[in-house]
């Protein structure tokens, strides 16, 4: 079993800044995938940006060049830097863990941007 917790969540003006942190525990199996995902009010869940533990991140076209997402394999930590921020970036992100076919989501945590 992996648990995820996310923290940094908030409410953030638009063109702020906010930075997400997922930290995952438990018996954490390597190669792994961790991975952002939100769920604006009304909208499916969505897939926002991925990195593996050993190399390569991917972004939702609708993020690239604002957010970027990096991890420390060390403590097994995920992170998402969001810049620029938008009312559309309004949601909750959750944190995503997959080693081979199982997966993990966090509790998530909500991101509210004013404009």
């Known amino acids: 079993q992996v648990q995820l917790v996310e923290s940094g969540g908030g409410l953030v003006q638009a063109g702020g800044s906010l930075r997400l942190s997922c930290a995952a525990s438990?018996?954490?199996?390597?190669?792994?995938?961790m991975a952002w995902y939100r769920q604006a009010p009304g909208k499916q869940r969505e897939f926002v940006a991925s990195?593996?533990?050993?190399?390569?991140?991917i972004y939702a076209d609708s993020v690239k060049g604002r957010f970027t997402v990096s991890r420390d394999n060390a403590k097994n930590t995920v992170y998402l830097q969001m810049n620029s921020l938008e009312a559309e970036d309004t949601a909750v992100y959750y944190c995503?863990?997959?080693?081979?076919?199982?997966?993990?989501w966090g509790q998530g945590t909500q991101v509210t941007v004013s404009s």
């Open positions: 990195v593996r533990s050993t190399t390569g991140t």
């Open positions: 438990g018996t954490v199996f390597s190669p792994n995938t």
């Open positions: 995503y863990f997959r080693t081979g076919v199982t997966t993990y």
